[in-house]
């Protein structure tokens, strides 16, 4: 009897291991800074589906907070408060077949806005509506996405739909109101050729906008201005026309390659065209500006890993281009404008290049990156430039420590130091507004800094006894120091279910 119930322990403490062991393994595999080397592979929904061995599922309740002394881009605010919750899952359905989603509903205020009224700031920007007064705003975002892939013989198939659905307001004048609809399809493939993983993908993308800015005081109201970059403006529409029409989309090409086994060369090229229109709602939805963002960027990297250690050296180059078109409107008719012509005003360019190299020895790993990062804006007439360069060198760190039995420590850590190299601001101030001259000082001010960025997290995950779920807990911060004597401040916490 004794050794029968002896036998039984031994078989429970045994399984119990597993199963921890099973889930520890699962985290590990989803969070590992390694994964840094599969990140652009990602994009490609057939090779998605064959990334990892294991099935990973979390659902999250968090919040993340962010202030700053004073604000870096006054467009995008002195920081946030964004509660959220959040599921993801990765779940192999069987060894043929994968499928993974994330849904999350994120709500939280963004503080003290300033020259902007239209949400989606990094994506329109400048074509953005903007008043001198500002304040903050209260964002709402759900979003969902999904992915299916397969494998059959030496062929990999996969889709995946990202929705975003968005809105965010002001309940005090100037009223704004953006609501936001932005859906992306990809389509992938990939054929195991040789030695090798090769991919290609496709993606479409449709985006919407509605932006609209009420006043309800009676003191009046101020002046909205149609923003076209540098500090101009549209003035014929500008002032009085407040609410507009934002669509737009593009599209994206993807390659991959990457070796079968876990040692080769690895290397991916995507390029990606999207535009946005931007209409009046009055006039007969009359077109103001065009903005065509085009990118491209290409990865090539080496990776060893075997039981022992994991190696990694990799070079990135990304280079993205913004052209920004004006339409002359010609002489109203019954509220119509005709468009009688069309010119390319604003130019920008952004060259961002680095090379790192990882190395990983058990459940500890670390990477080193260094820079150069380039941001050319122009307007054509009257001729505006600003013009900066930063090179930067940073620092990674991970592991997973295990102080207790069913108790998984991730600790990350990362410091990194952004050197300004060279700076140009070329502006006709005299025949500027003292409002918009202000504006574009403090933006070429912090824009051609330095800043030095450190960063910390640390995540407990608990393992419920004989079962796969687990609780888990995390918090991490961040502080960004500026040589403007300025600083920005993050935190983020957040508990939850992994299963």
Not at 298 to 327: P, V
Not at 425 to 440: D, R, V, Y
Request: hydrophobic fraction near 35%.
């Amino acid at each position: 009897m004794r050794r029968l119930i002896t036998l039984i322990l031994i078989f429970i403490t045994t399984t119990v291991t597993m199963m921890a062991s099973n889930a520890d393994s699962a985290l590990v595999e989803h969070t590992t800074l390694g994964r840094l080397t599969l990140l652009e592979s990602l994009r490609n929904p057939a090779l998605h589906g064959t990334l990892y061995k294991r099935s990973f599922s979390q659902l999250a309740l968090g919040i993340d907070l962010e202030r700053q002394s004073m604000a870096y881009v006054p467009e995008k605010g002195k920081g946030y408060t964004l509660p959220y919750l959040k599921v993801n899952t990765y779940h192999h359905l069987n060894e043929r077949s994968a499928v993974w989603g994330e849904a999350s509903y994120m709500t939280g205020r963004q503080h003290d806005i300033k020259w902007n009224s239209t949400s989606d700031y990094d994506l329109l920007q400048p074509y953005i509506l903007a008043d001198t007064l500002g304040g903050d705003t209260r964002r709402e975002r759900y979003s969902i996405s999904g992915g299916y892939a397969m494998h059959l013989t030496r062929w990999h198939l996969g889709a995946e739909m990202l929705v975003r659905a968005e809105q965010e307001y002001r309940g005090h004048d100037p009223r704004m109101r953006g609501i936001v609809t932005d859906l992306t399809l990809r389509l992938g493939a990939g054929y195991d050729l040789g030695r090798y993983h090769m991919g290609a993908s496709v993606e479409g993308n449709i985006y919407k906008q509605t932006n609209s800015v009420a006043f309800y005081r009676e003191e009046g109201v101020i002046p909205e201005y149609q923003m076209t970059g540098l500090g101009t403006e549209y003035s014929r529409f500008s002032g009085d026309k407040r609410s507009l029409y934002y669509d737009g989309g593009g599209v994206a090409l993807s390659l991959h390659a990457s070796p079968m086994s876990q040692r080769g060369m690895y290397g991916d090229i995507t390029v990606e065209e999207h535009r946005y229109h931007r209409k009046l709602a009055e006039y007969n939805s009359m077109p103001l500006t065009d903005l065509y963002n085009e990118r491209a960027t290409a990865t090539i990297g080496w990776k060893r890993e075997d039981a022992r250690r994991r190696i990694a050296a990799f070079g990135h180059i990304d280079y993205s281009r913004r052209t920004g078109n004006e339409h002359i409107g010609g002489t109203s008719d019954a509220r119509y404008f005709p468009v009688i012509g069309c010119l390319t005003m604003y130019k920008g360019h952004l060259l961002h290049g680095h090379i790192g190299a990882l190395y990983g020895k058990g459940r500890w790993n670390v990477v080193l990156t260094a820079g150069y990062k380039s941001q050319n804006e122009e307007y054509i007439y009257p001729h505006r430039e600003m013009n900066t360069s930063h090179a930067y060198g940073m620092l990674q760190g991970q592991c997973f420590l295990r102080p207790a039995s069913r108790l998984l420590l991730t600790v990350d850590a990362h410091a990194s130091y952004h050197a300004n190299v060279s700076d140009k601001l070329q502006m006709p101030f005299a025949n500027m507004s003292e409002g918009f001259s202000q504006l574009i000082r403090h933006k070429h001010k912090f824009a051609s800094a330095s800043y030095t960025d450190l960063g910390a997290r640390v995540r407990g995950d608990y393992a419920w006894k004989q079962s796969r779920i687990g609780l888990f807990a995390e918090a991490g911060g961040g502080l960004n120091l500026c040589s403007t004597s300025e600083h920005l401040a993050q935190l983020h916490c957040s508990i939850g279910i992994t299963f």
